[in-house]
Structures are given as structure tokens and as C-alpha cells.
């Protein structure tokens, strides 16, 4: 490989980071990814970026889904993720004249399975809720609070400990999320989790803070600082496994339940896709899959003429 070539994967590397100012692990991602197709390009015996072909392209992407000695087979998934780090400098190259033709142009990732979230029962819910608060320490009043607000909300783990306290309006009961893209969205919020947060506002927060320097984040670690989303997560696994939820739990655990529980009552998939704060409706409507295979069950089971 010259070293012309991987000059011009470090040059798009520096544009992502700088001038796209991308985070630290989608930086590695793209990094590792493309150092895999550098290998790869060697072993072709590809040594400039005009020798590049949709051939060599493709190549590459069946080369991730059958994988070598030294690396497993990629799922559509991962192997996506790569080809779209390879498309994406193919084109910077021939937008910055780097070369004069774009051979990944046509590539296409692969088709993903679609997977459909894991929503959990509203027995399982509320066990973990109540599991949350059971020890009854400050710890717990802000861990049933936290929790409380995931679940009543559908906010993503990383909107519920961005909040302020400024964020939370107890007397409308409503929440300023800051979503992707910092976007904001106003949502309603219900009397379990605007009472959960008054008691661990009254009772819990005061002595989180005492801990620390001050800050305005709603939901304080035992130093008083800012909960973190790794800390959040394992909130929320430490309450599923003590409320004996035997159902991988995740940070979307709650959100999915929150939607799914919500198109299971009745509600409407464009208010759903408000409150989650989707771009696209497409991505709600993943969800009424969901509901549709319960009600599928349901009729199965409950119809004197669905079976047979």
C-alpha cells in the first residue's frame, strides 16, 4: 500500500474530526474499519486510489461477511457499518481531487434484519421500579426517580441524565428533553415519576449535593456530580435482577416499553413518534410490529375459530 493512499485515509480522518466534528468512539470506529480496508486494498495488490474498482469494493464487503484466519465473519450489521466507512471516503476523495472516480459509489451495505425491540411486560416494569427504591436510601430515592422518568417519558438514557432541574416542570408536569441533533422536545410527564422526583428533590438530591462543588444536573452520582449514562444502565440491570426480571434489560429497555405500552393502549403512532422525538414516523411504526404479534397472540389463543 502506498503511502499515498493511506495519506489520503488520514486526511479524511482529520476532516471527520475536525470539520465534522465526530465523537472519539465514532472516530476509532472509522479508524479501525478503515485500516481493515487498507489491509485489504494490500492484499489486492492495490497500491493507488485510481486502481480502485466497484469490483474491488464489492470484494471487500464479501470478504467481511466470510471473514479470514484472523477475523470472524461480520454480521450485516457490522459489515454495513464498514462499507458505509469506505463509501464515505471514497467520496471525500473524489470531492477533495484525490482521484477522479467514486468505486463505492454503487456498493451498497447490506440488508439489516430487522429487529424488533424488546418491550417488557407492565408487571415486569413496575417490579423494577419498586425494586428501585426498595433499600429506601438516597441512593435509591434517585434511582426510583431516574427510572420512574425513563419509563413515564420514553427519554433516551442519555436525555434522562442530561437533565437539569430546570428541565422538570412538577407543577405542569412537563420535561424539556434535548435529543439528537440537540433537538428539543417538550413531553408530559405522569404523577409516578413527578412524585418519585419530588421525593428525591426533598429528600435525596439536597445530600448528593452536599458531596459536591454544585451542579444543576437533576440526577447527582454519590460525589455530586452528574450521573453518567454507564452508571444509569447499571442502575437500571442492578434493579431488574433484584426484582427477579429474568429479560436482558438495556437503556431502551424502558423507552421500548414505554412506546409499546402506549400503541397497546390505544394511542395514536404519530403522538408516540412526538414523544419519542423520531425524525420519521418509519421509525415508530417499528413498534406497532409489536403490538401487532400480542394481539396476533391474544386472538390466537382467546378465538374459538383461529385455530385449525
Avoid at 104 to 113: C, K, L, M
Avoid at 126 to 138: K, Q
Avoid at 249 to 271: K, M, N, Q, Y
Wanted: charged share 25%; glycine share 8%.
Amino acid at each position: 500500500m502506498t503511502a499515498d493512499v493511506t495519506r489520503a485515509v488520514r486526511t479524511y480522518l482529520d476532516h471527520l474530526s475536525v470539520e465534522r466534528g465526530l465523537a472519539d468512539n465514532t472516530l476509532t470506529s472509522y479508524r479501525r474499519d478503515l485500516k481493515r480496508y487498507l489491509d485489504f486494498l494490500a492484499t489486492q495488490q492495490v497500491d493507488d486510489l485510481g486502481s480502485v474498482t466497484e469490483q474491488v469494493v464489492t470484494a471487500f464487503l464479501s470478504y467481511l461477511r466470510d471473514g479470514d484466519a484472523d477475523h470472524p465473519p461480520l454480521g450485516a450489521s457490522s459489515a454495513a457499518r464498514t462499507v458505509v466507512a469506505v463509501r464515505g471516503f471514497h467520496k471525500f476523495a473524489l470531492r477533495d481531487g484525490l482521484t477522479t472516480t467514486d468505486p463505492a459509489a454503487a456498493v451498497r451495505p447490506p440488508s439489516q434484519t430487522k429487529r424488533l425491540p424488546k418491550a417488557l411486560p407492565l408487571s415486569d416494569v413496575e417490579a423494577i421500579l419498586e425494586a428501585a427504591g426498595a433499600p429506601g436510601t438516597v441512593l435509591a430515592l434517585r434511582d426510583r426517580a431516574l427510572l420512574e422518568v425513563l419509563y413515564g417519558t420514553g427519554a433516551r438514557i442519555s436525555e434522562a441524565v442530561g437533565l437539569d432541574v430546570d428541565d422538570l416542570d412538577l407543577i405542569d408536569r412537563t420535561v424539556l428533553l434535548r435529543g439528537k441533533g440537540s433537538k428539543e422536545r417538550l413531553v408530559p410527564v405522569g404523577s409516578y415519576a413527578c412524585e418519585a422526583v419530588e421525593v428525591y428533590l426533598t429528600r435525596g438530591r439536597p445530600e448528593l449535593v452536599s458531596q459536591g462543588k454544585g451542579t444543576p444536573a437533576l440526577f447527582l452520582n454519590a460525589r455530586g456530580g452528574r450521573l453518567s449514562r454507564q452508571s444509569a444502565w447499571s442502575v437500571l440491570v442492578k434493579a431488574a435482577d433484584r426484582a427477579g426480571v429474568s429479560q436482558d434489560v438495556s437503556p431502551h429497555t424502558l423507552r421500548h416499553s414505554f412506546a409499546t405500552h402506549l400503541l397497546d393502549g390505544g394511542a395514536d403512532v404519530r403522538v408516540v413518534q412526538e414523544l419519542l422525538g423520531h425524525a420519521s414516523v418509519t421509525t415508530t411504526q417499528v413498534y406497532t410490529l409489536v403490538t401487532v404479534d400480542s394481539l396476533r397472540e391474544v386472538f390466537a389463543t382467546a378465538h374459538p375459530r383461529a385455530r385449525g
